[in-house]
Each structure stands twice: as C-alpha cells, then as structure tokens.
C-alpha cells in the first residue's frame, strides 16, 4: 500500500492527535517566526541610524606624542615649552582627508583665544577681585568654525541666532559672530567692525604681540547659559564666547590663513561607524602622523540610537534558539512515544513486506504535513504578536536606557578652557518604535527552520525502526 495514502488515512482517522501536534507546531514556528521578525527589524533599524547619524571621527593634535617625538621645544632646562610647527594641523592635508570615499561631511574647527582693546572690552558683569584677575584667563575664547550651524549648542538648541548670519564654509576671515549680551556691552550691531588682538602669550623675555586684527560682526547669537551672579574667569564666560572662521582663529593664533591655515581639531562624518580603518589609511596617505595626530570615533549617538533594539534582538535571538532546540526535543519525545503506541502496525506492516525506511517515511510525511499547516498559520500569527512581543520589550529597554542616560555624569572635558563636556553631540533619542515587515525572506527561514525541526524530530527517534525486525516488534514490544 502507498505509505502516503497510509500517512493520509492516519492524519485524518487520529483528529485530536493531528490537531494536538499541529497545534504544538504552531507555537513553535510563530515564536520562531517572531524572533526572525524582530531581529530583521532591529537590523533594519540599525542600518537607518547609521545612514542617520553615520560616525564622527575626530582628529586632534595628542600633545604627549608629540613631546615624545621631540617636537616641543623647550627652554633647555626642560622645564615647559612651546608646540612647534610639527604639533600644526594644516587645512590642506584636512581637505585631502576629507576627499576620501568614506567620509560623508567634514568640519574644522580652532581654539583660539583674543585679547580684548580698547573699542573691544570684556564682558564682566561682575568685577574681579583684588588679585584674582589673570592675563591666563583676561581674554575672550574664539572658536574657529567652519560651519556654525554645525556646533553643538546651536543644534541641540542651546544657543540660536538673533540677527545676521553664521560663519559658513564660504565665511571671509574676518567675519565673526558675537553673543547678546556682549554686543550690548560694546554697542554692537550686525555690520560693525571691532579689533581684537591675537590671544597667544608671549614666550619669557618677549613683548607681547600689538597688533589689532579687524572683524566685521555679522552675527549676533543668543547663548542659553545666563550669569552666573558671582565673578567667573572671562575666559570661561560664555557672553564672551566669539565664533569665528577658521582662519580668523589662524590670525588669532599668529598662524598662516588659507590652505596654510591651522586647525585644533577635524572631524569627520563617516557614512559607517566601522569605516574608520580606512580612514586611518587615508590620513596615513595624505601625510598625517596617526601617533600625533590620532583618529577617535565618537559613535555614541549611534550607539544611543540602536542600543535598546540591539539588546531586543539579542533576547529574540536566543529565544529563537530555545524555542528550535526546546521544540525539537519535545517532538522527537511525541514521535518516540508514537512510535512505541504504533508497534503493532509497525509489525504488521513489516510482517506484509514494508520496508523499514518507508514507515519511517510514512511518518516524517505525518509530522511534515502537520509542519506545513502551522508554518502557513504562522505566517498569519507571527507579524501581530511580534509586534506587540517587541513593542514590549522594546519600551522597557527604551527606558531602562533612558534612566542610565539620566543618572550618567558628563565626562568633562579639561582641555577645553571655556569648560564644558566632552561630547558636544545633542542627545540622540533611542529608536522606540519597530517597523516589523513579513517578506519572502522570512517565509523561507521559517519553512526551513519548521521542515528541519520536523525532519530532526522524526528521523532520531525512528532511525530505531530501521534496526528492527517484525518479530522483535511483536513479541518484545518496547
């Protein structure tokens, strides 16, 4: 007799038992399915922070490798220094960088500081105290830019601007951006020109460099810090934080303009987190020093952005896998018991002249067809209880990450004179919500996975049948 007929007659003859072990198989395959959903969702959430956000790559002069390689020149006696030319970041090696493949936008940016005139004074609401005031800290802190609009303050809204315009990568040298409150201490207004004298001590025994540099005002911003009510160092103030281009911070510094101009600092926006290797490889291609000049990704938003999905996924991945290994061995236990209830058909069938490997197939034909009935109601079930199943778990990982972020303390940033954090990137707020998509591609993980649970559950347990002759099955049974 056909074994598929025979597989037929018993499926339907056995009701209660075919719906039982399809109903235990759409348990599996639904959890399993719900797994594959969420992790293709966590990726293709993953994806999109990274096109969103990409990395920031920063590249700044490491003041301790550049002692080490004797570029420091100090007063013989070892005792301090100055950074010489070797410790300069030039514009023109930026630019090559900036033109490598992997980066998608580039900045500069310059520390610089200016001494103030005497058509340019200090914002000071309240006095220094007697013997308090320092040439070290009398002066206004000038952030050379090359994009305003780029700056964290001004894109997390902590500053915005009142009247005129921002530097821009078109910026002359010579324009410059002050805050309200000190454009209202000197009675400024959008296209008045003020001097400033370069922010750079002299070296012992020199006088200090005269000369005033013309600025032509053509922005006026808002900071969102307001006075302190107590004296603080000008310096650190911020009414008396200039933004300027970055070669109006080279003029500040008594550096080159132009392509000779000096940077602090590069950054660099990858178009992915793990491009970073060859971006090394470009900056080693354009001339940069990788030990004095070393490259850091800031990929903190990103992480931000994708930790909460990324564990998610990490839970359905290994539900994904309990459920396979769990299911499996529950159905190799039914299939085993079955096996043991059936012994007298087995017998019989074999007594007749069946061979063994088509009652194992007779059975594997059984399990598959209940398999195949569950995998296309899975299909049905799956995308609304992963959704809801992720959604859940995704909100309480959304939180758990949001009260971390809140009780984290800001690394502070010491190299910074005006003070503030190391990261001056705006918050990024993790991905709360799961676009979960049911595709070709899943179907044929779940048949597979389905198919091969069922192929594992039946042929371990019922290879024994192959093994056995009738007379052992009718007459000893188990």
Request: glycine share 10%; net charge negative; hydrophobic share 40%.
């Amino acid at each position: 007799m056909n074994f598929l007929k025979r597989a037929w007659w018993r499926l339907t003859g056995h009701g209660g038992k075919t719906l039982s072990l399809t109903g235990l198989f759409l348990v599996i395959c639904t959890l399993v399915l719900s797994g594959y959903l969420i992790q293709a969702a966590a990726a293709r959430a993953a994806e999109g922070a990274k096109r969103q956000v990409g990395a920031v790559a920063t590249m700044q002069l490491d003041v301790d490798a550049l002692m080490r390689s004797g570029g420091v020149d100090t007063d013989g006696a070892g005792h301090g220094g100055v950074i010489g030319d070797k410790g300069d970041l030039h514009r023109s090696v930026v630019d090559k960088i900036c033109a490598a493949a992997v980066v998608d936008r580039c900045n500069y940016t310059s520390d610089a500081g200016a001494f103030p005139t005497k058509s340019m004074k200090l914002y000071q609401p309240v006095p220094a105290p007697a013997g308090e005031g320092s040439p070290m800290t009398d002066l206004f802190k000038a952030d050379g830019i090359r994009d305003l609009d780029s700056v964290g303050e001004f894109r997390n809204g902590d500053a915005e601007l009142l009247s005129g315009h921002g530097i821009t990568p078109d910026s002359k040298k010579d324009e410059i951006v002050v805050e309200e409150r000190l454009a209202k201490a000197n009675h400024l207004k959008v296209g008045d020109r003020l001097a400033l004298k370069a922010g750079e001590l002299p070296a012992p025994g020199q006088k200090q460099n005269e000369t005033a540099h013309s600025f032509e005002v053509v922005g006026i911003y808002k900071s969102g810090t307001a006075d302190a009510g107590q004296y603080v160092p000008p310096v650190t103030d911020p009414a008396n934080h200039l933004y300027v281009s970055p070669d109006g911070a080279s003029i500040l510094m008594n550096k080159g303009t132009g392509k000779d101009g000096v940077v602090k600092e590069a950054t660099f926006t990858l178009h992915d987190p793990d491009d970073l290797d060859a971006l090394r490889r470009a900056a080693k291609s354009a001339g940069v020093d990788p030990q004095i000049f070393p490259l850091t990704v800031n990929d903190k938003q990103y992480r931000a952005l994708v930790g909460p999905i990324t564990k998610t996924a990490d839970f359905a991945t290994v539900t994904v896998w309990l459920v396979a290994v769990a299911g499996t061995v529950i159905l190799a236990l039914i299939v085993a018991a079955s096996l043991r209830e059936r012994r007298g058909e087995l017998g019989i069938l074999m007594s007749l002249g069946e061979r063994g490997p088509r009652l194992l197939a007779q059975h594997l034909v059984e399990i598959v067809a209940c398999a195949l009935v569950a995998i296309g109601l899975a299909t049905a079930c799956s995308p609304v209880l992963s959704e809801a199943i992720g959604q859940r778990l995704l909100s309480s990982q959304v939180s758990a990450a949001r009260e971390e972020a809140a009780d984290r303390t800001p690394e502070q940033d010491y190299a910074n004179t005006g003070g503030g954090t190391k990261s001056n990137e705006p918050a990024a707020d993790p991905i709360h919500e799961m676009d979960v998509r049911l595709g070709p591609a899943d179907i044929t993980k779940i048949a597979a996975t389905g198919l091969g649970i069922a192929g594992l559950a039946t042929l371990v347990p019922g290879i024994r049948v192959l093994r056995l002759t009738p007379r052992d099955i009718l007459t000893k049974g188990n």
